[in-house]
């Protein structure tokens, strides 16, 4: 999908991202180009260690390329100081991650206005109350995060990373700790925020069910793009991942019941490709910047 840069609300040239020297060294990203544009909705897919995380950090300023140029709306992040670079962080992407990420000693309403407290600004009051009416979580906002199931969780974190109506918001497997009718919530929240308030949202997910709520799919493999695929179903994403080789789509989980979005039916099936190759390599572990943890929250409102 070719758009201006005026219409993208981020895009990419040629990345590259690699981890750790000499023979442990890991090819995360090996030269993608991409154009997000505004108000849509895109979902990022592909094997474990294909390099979607890392993508997303990159995009949206979190983990520094290693060559290639990033922009977010006009302003180009990866030549830029990294004062500048945390405030557009603060005022202009949202963050949702998996594991919600949400203070524990803050309520809802707390963890909701967090980034613009620490920015010092003031709540659009009319756009708050619409996006926390949006979320449903009027009746919880005095709740603590502990107090709250995971879909309430995370959906106090859409509503954190939409009150300060960002250029773009990223979201790493949002709905991989959630049962099936809660991510159903979530992806339906997810296509409103695009809907009808004009938001920008890209979603990393192994769910072919929740991409298929998105405009159109990006597949990565071995820290490429290898493909896309716009106006998705779960069976047209299904055949494609088999044919990217990836074995089997992990589900949403054992929801309680069926929600808005339709479960993929169809099995996995024989795997006609090869087995995924892109394994973490010598050096494994999680991205540590792709799950700040509590403690980090300021990532998203440093
Ligand atoms: N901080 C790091 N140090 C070393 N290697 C890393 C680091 N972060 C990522 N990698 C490696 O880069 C590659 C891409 O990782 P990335 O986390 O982007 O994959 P992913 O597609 O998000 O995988 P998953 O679906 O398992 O989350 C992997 O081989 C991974 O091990
Ligand atoms: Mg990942």
């Given at each position: 999908m070719i758009c201006?840069?005026?219409?993208?609300?981020?895009?990419a040239?040629?990345?590259?991202?690699?981890?750790?020297?000499?023979?442990?060294?890991?090819?995360?990203?090996?030269?993608?180009?991409?154009e997000?544009p505004?108000?849509?909705?895109t979902a990022?897919?592909g094997?474990s260690g294909?390099?979607?995380s890392t993508?997303?950090?990159?995009?949206?300023?979190?983990?520094?390329?290693d060559s290639?140029r990033?922009?977010?709306g006009?302003e180009?992040?990866?030549?830029?100081?990294d004062?500048q670079?945390t405030r557009l962080?603060?005022d202009?992407v949202?963050?949702?991650?998996q594991?919600?990420?949400l203070?524990?000693?803050?309520?809802?309403?707390g963890n909701?206005?967090?980034?613009l407290?620490?920015?010092?600004?003031?709540?659009?009051?009319?756009?708050l109350?619409s996006?926390?009416?949006?979320v449903?979580?009027?009746?919880r906002?005095?709740h603590?995060?502990?107090?709250?199931?995971?879909?309430?969780?995370?959906?106090v974190?859409?509503?954190r990373?939409?009150?300060?109506?960002p250029?773009?918001?990223v979201?790493?497997?949002?709905t991989g700790?959630?049962d099936?009718?809660?991510?159903?919530e979530?992806l339906?929240?997810?296509r409103r925020?695009?809907?009808e308030?004009?938001?920008?949202v890209v979603?990393v997910?192994?769910?072919?069910?929740?991409a298929?709520?998105?405009?159109?799919?990006?597949?990565?493999a071995d820290?490429?793009i290898?493909?896309?695929?716009d106006?998705?179903?779960?069976?047209a994403?299904?055949?494609?991942?088999?044919a990217l080789?990836?074995?089997?789509p992990r589900?949403?989980?054992?929801?309680?019941?069926?929600?808005?979005?339709?479960v993929p039916?169809?099995?996995?099936?024989?795997v006609?490709?090869?087995?995924?190759?892109?394994?973490p390599?010598?050096?494994?572990?999680?991205?540590?910047?792709?799950?700040?943890?509590?403690?980090?929250i300021?990532?998203n409102?440093?």
């Open positions: 201006t840069a005026s219409e993208a609300a981020a895009r040239e040629n990345l590259v991202r690699r981890y750790g020297s000499g023979p442990a060294a890991v090819t995360a990203l090996a030269g993608v180009s991409i997000i505004a108000e849509s909705f990022v897919m094997p294909s390099g979607k993508l997303l950090h990159c995009m949206a300023g979190l983990d520094t390329a290639g990033a922009w977010i006009g180009e992040i990866t030549s830029m100081p004062r670079l962080r603060r202009r949202g963050f949702i991650f594991a919600y990420n203070l524990p000693v803050l309520s809802a309403a909701i206005t967090l980034p407290d620490i920015a010092g600004r003031d709540p659009d009051r009319a756009w109350a996006v926390v009416e949006t449903g979580l009027a009746d906002l005095s603590r995060p502990s107090e709250l199931s995971g879909g309430q969780q995370q959906r974190a859409i509503a990373a939409l009150v300060s109506r250029a773009i918001v979201a790493d497997e949002p700790n959630l099936s009718r809660a991510g159903a979530v339906d929240l997810l925020c695009v809907g308030f004009g938001q920008t979603m997910t192994h769910d072919p069910a929740a298929s709520c998105s405009q159109r799919v990006v597949f990565l820290g490429q290898v493909g896309t695929l106006q998705p179903t779960p069976q994403i299904l055949d494609r991942m088999r080789g990836e074995p089997e589900g949403p989980g054992p929801g309680p019941g069926p929600g808005p979005v339709p039916v169809p099995g996995p099936g024989p006609p490709g090869p087995v995924p190759v892109p394994g390599g010598p050096v494994p572990g999680p991205v540590p910047v792709a799950d700040p943890g509590p403690g980090r300021a990532q409102g440093e």
